[in-house]
């Protein structure tokens, strides 16, 4: 069974770092195919996709906020790890991580949300 | 292309066939998936590689293809099927995921 649980904090200041981590099971991010992304949803809008890592560490990144966004695998704790610098109040959303599985997202956490505020 | 759009809101009668379309350039290149999201829980595949239905998804929903718009059918809508649906692809160049900007489903 794959499950996912995003974590990080709930409240960050304009111009901090956020850090998320996901942590999943049911899966290893070592087998061929398989990516974790991330995606997020402010409040009363769409799903954005942000960035996806692949099994043999190739990422992608939504190509608006490439240059603020990084994601890294730590495979021993089963876990991808998202940054965004440079955080803004428009920045505020519900932050997804899903297990992806050649053209879709098969499996999501709960999700996150995380609110940037002063 | 690097956007997928989706009609706002569409209604149905409890019981009738509902489609809900998603176009896109990359969609002439590119599969699309579906999500169900209801309120205050996370997405739901429903539909992946343009008409497979994951364990668990009643066979009501289909999907379907055709040029640059991709389609999500509901035969028989229940109401439980009302949530917001999104369509989701690779662009054109497969580097890059889309996600459509989302369909609020009503069932009457």
């Known amino acids: 069974q794959i499950t996912l649980k995003e974590s990080g904090p709930t409240l960050v200041k304009p111009t901090q770092t956020l850090t998320l981590t996901c942590s999943f099971s049911g899966f290893s991010l070592t087998t061929t195919g398989v990516g974790v992304g991330w995606i997020r949803q402010p409040p009363g809008k769409a799903l954005e996709w942000l960035a996806l890592l692949y099994w043999d560490d190739d990422t992608r990144y939504r190509p608006s906020l490439k240059n603020r966004l990084t994601i890294t695998k730590d495979t021993s704790k089963d876990q991808v790890v998202l940054t965004m610098t440079n955080m803004d109040p428009v920045d505020t959303a519900r932050y997804y991580c899903?297990?992806?599985?050649?053209?879709?997202?098969?499996?999501w956490g709960q999700g996150t949300l995380v609110t940037v505020s002063s | 292309s690097s956007e997928l759009t989706q009609d706002p809101a569409v209604s149905v009668a409890l019981g009738q066939t509902v489609r809900i379309t998603c176009q896109g350039d990359?969609?002439?290149?590119?599969?699309a998936s579906w999500y169900q999201q209801k309120p205050g829980q996370a997405p739901v595949l429903v539909i992946y590689?343009?008409?497979n239905r994951p364990s668990g998804i009643p066979d009501r929903f289909s999907g379907s293809s055709s040029g640059n718009t991709a389609s999500l059918t509901i035969t028989g809508a229940q109401a439980v099927d009302e949530a917001d649906y999104y369509c989701n692809s690779r662009d054109s160049s497969a580097n890059h995921v889309l996600f459509g900007g989302g369909t609020k489903l009503t069932v009457l």
């Open positions: 899903a297990h992806n599985h050649g053209t879709h997202f098969d499996f």
């Open positions: 590689a343009k008409n």
């Open positions: 990359s969609l002439r290149s590119s599969y």
